[in-house]
T-cell receptor, first 115, second 115 residues
Framework: GESVGLHLPTLSVQEGDNSIINCAYS??????FIWYKQESGKGPQFIID?????DKRQGQRVTVLLNKTVKHLSLQIAATQPGDSAVYFC??????????????FGKGTHLIIQP | KAGVTQTPRYLIKTRGQQVTLSCSPI?????VSWYQQTPGQGLQFLFE???????NKGNFPGRFSGRQFSNSRSEMNVSTLELGDSALYLC??????????????FGSGTQLSVL
């Protein structure tokens, strides 16, 4: 089946810089997208979501951009802090009308913050 | 409000045995989903329960099963364990789940090791 993927398994940034984590999805029928953050020993933690009728959504220090034309999703983290170190997953949801409707996750990008 | 609680936190079993994992969703949440997380396959959807009924199922063999109780608590069972079942099993809850686009709240998972 189709799946969500991420461009880079690891991303290293300097503390204080902005981080951009990218994700490419292949299912044009996907109508809902979520970014999760997973720290070592913990479950995924919700960061931000966006529906397919939007192309940008902002949260606290985070912005998600959705480009449906090229099926691309990105997460921007402003002024990266040490606590942002984690693995970031994008996930998509599409309603097939039957069968498995669970979220489809990408393989994750490990964000490393350099002091 | 308490988060999603999963027990036990760690589990070691041998091949051929069976195992039962438990999940208590956030109070008021009626949907419980289960995911398997491995380094090779990432996060994969197992199944979703709502009002004691399995509503959606991923592509896993019949050895993986689950159930949900009237208080929305859920259990998943894996019979005839194989080495490849070693993984982090994550439970997630949401208000409605299924074909409604809403964020999932994850527990910290049960780390299962099969020897």
């Amino acid at each position: 089946g189709e799946s969500v993927g991420l461009h880079l398994p690891t991303l290293s940034v300097q503390e204080g810089d902005n981080s951009i984590i990218n994700c490419a999805y292949s299912n044009s029928a996907s109508d809902y997208f979520i970014w999760y953050k997973q720290e070592s020993g913990k479950g995924p933690q919700f960061i931000i979501d966006i529906r397919s009728n939007m192309d940008k959504r902002q949260g606290q220090r985070v912005t998600v951009l959705l480009n449906k034309t090229v099926k691309h999703l990105s997460l921007q983290i402003a002024a990266t802090q040490p606590g942002d170190s984690a693995v970031y997953f994008c996930a998509e949801n599409f309603n097939t009308g039957g069968g498995a409707d669970g979220l489809t996750f990408g393989k994750g990008t490990h964000l490393i913050i350099q002091p | 409000k308490a988060g999603v609680t999963q027990t036990p936190r760690y589990l070691i079993k041998t091949r051929g045995q069976q195992v039962t994992l438990s999940c208590s969703p956030i109070s008021g949440h009626r949907s419980v989903s289960w995911y398997q997380q491995t380094p090779g396959q990432g996060l994969q959807f197992l199944f979703e329960y709502f009002s004691e009924t399995q509503r959606n199922k991923g592509n896993f063999p019949g050895r993986f099963s689950g159930r949900q109780f009237s208080n929305s608590r859920s259990e998943m069972n894996v019979s005839t364990l194989e080495l490849g079942d070693s993984a982090l099993y994550l439970c997630a809850s949401s208000l409605l789940g299924g074909r409604v686009n809403e964020k999932l709240f994850f527990g910290s998972g049960t780390q299962l090791s099969v020897l």
